[in-house]
């Protein structure tokens, strides 16, 4: 009887691993009950609309690799990064599961030269970070100072505010078109929902390039040398996560989700994201999957578990959950 009772607990343990739930209590999104793939499964349709890029570790450990969950497949390579260590949970209430964690000295997560930005004219950026110093630290970005640019996002120490938006003029941009931060508006050790906006159809820059900290706006200040352009300029520069390597700047903190649109959010939308974490992937109720039936587990004999593992398109090897 007991050897029976060890055998249905590792049973079950396996199952619970697979569907993300641990024995710590915490339950993660991608891989309990599964999780959303696309707009028609989503119980939040609209935020899939204009999505070109998703990058979300709090939807759970994928070794060394950052999956781009949008279906335009570009994935990050994680560089000076140990998934051992650097795969944590990331403790935000608003939206639960992992997070990684940037040391500030040389982890970032690095995308490639993709094109999905060049020659747009709108487009957004959506992140939950935790920042854990504001000091020259660069949370996303693709740009390389004076010889290829797009956009940076930036903290720092400047005396005009405690972060800065760049969007890039020209090719060789060093950054003239600029929005600061005001200072306070970022709080260390706090987890921060950011929706950056930027729209070139408008008349000033204040209609070009907006700021959502929290699902609430915010006043930037403009102080660059050169207005806001009204299209994303075409680079050959790397896009990374949590580093502009070209100025050697490094984030230090948590990420948890980064999302890329190729149009403007509106105030209304950035409020219900703020207001549903990962809304974007959630299921609809009535897609929601079963925990399997244990006699009809089977193993793919090319499985890799999910944790540190190899999450496919349609599911974890060849079986969906």
């Known amino acids: 009887m007991l050897r029976r009772s060890l055998w249905l607990g590792l049973i079950l343990a396996v199952i619970f691993a697979a569907n993300g739930v641990y024995s710590a209590g915490f339950s993660s999104p991608s891989y309990h009950q599964g999780f959303a793939r696309s707009a028609s499964e989503s119980a939040h349709p609209r935020q899939w609309k204009g999505l070109?890029?998703?990058w979300i570790p709090a939807l759970g450990p994928t070794g060394n690799t950052l999956f781009d969950w949008s279906g335009f497949g570009n994935d990050g390579t994680l560089t000076d990064m140990a998934p051992a260590t650097d795969w944590v949970i990331g403790a935000n209430p608003r939206s639960p599961g992992y997070a990684l964690d940037f040391d500030g000295s040389d982890d970032?997560?690095?995308?490639?030269?993709?094109?999905?930005w060049n020659g747009l004219t709108a487009a957004s950026w959506v992140l939950w970070v935790t920042p854990s110093g504001i000091e020259d630290d660069t949370f996303l970005g693709k740009w390389v100072d004076g010889s290829s640019t797009t956009f940076l996002f930036d903290f720092n120490d400047d005396p005009g505010g405690e972060a800065t938006l760049f969007i890039a003029q020209?090719?060789?941009?060093?950054?003239?078109?600029?929005?600061?931060?005001p200072t306070g508006t970022l709080i260390d050790n706090q987890w921060h929902h950011l929706a950056i906006i930027f729209e070139g159809s408008g008349a000033e820059d204040s209609d070009r390039l907006k700021l959502f900290v929290d699902g609430v706006q915010i006043t930037l200040s403009f102080g660059g040398s050169?207005?806001?352009p009204a299209s994303l300029f075409t680079s050959t520069a790397d896009f990374e996560i949590g580093s502009n390597t070209g100025l050697s700047r490094f984030y230090i903190g948590q990420i948890a989700e980064v999302r890329a649109y190729n149009r403007a959010l509106r105030a209304n939308e950035i409020v219900q994201d703020y207001a549903v974490s990962l809304g974007t992937f959630r299921k609809r109720l009535s897609l929601v999957?079963?925990?399997?039936?244990?006699p009809t587990v089977s193993w793919p004999s090319s499985a890799t578990w999910p944790i540190g593992g190899n999450w496919g398109a349609t599911g974890w090897g060849s079986t969906a959950w």
Not at 108 to 116: C, E, Q, R, T, W
Not at 170 to 181: C, N, V, W
């Open 108 to 116: 970032l997560v690095n995308m490639g030269n993709i094109a999905i």
């Open 226 to 228: 050169e207005p806001i």
């Open 52 to 54: 070109i890029g998703a």
């Open 170 to 181: 020209s090719s060789t941009s060093l950054g003239q078109a600029s929005a600061d931060i």
């Open 289 to 294: 999957a079963k925990v399997p039936v244990v």
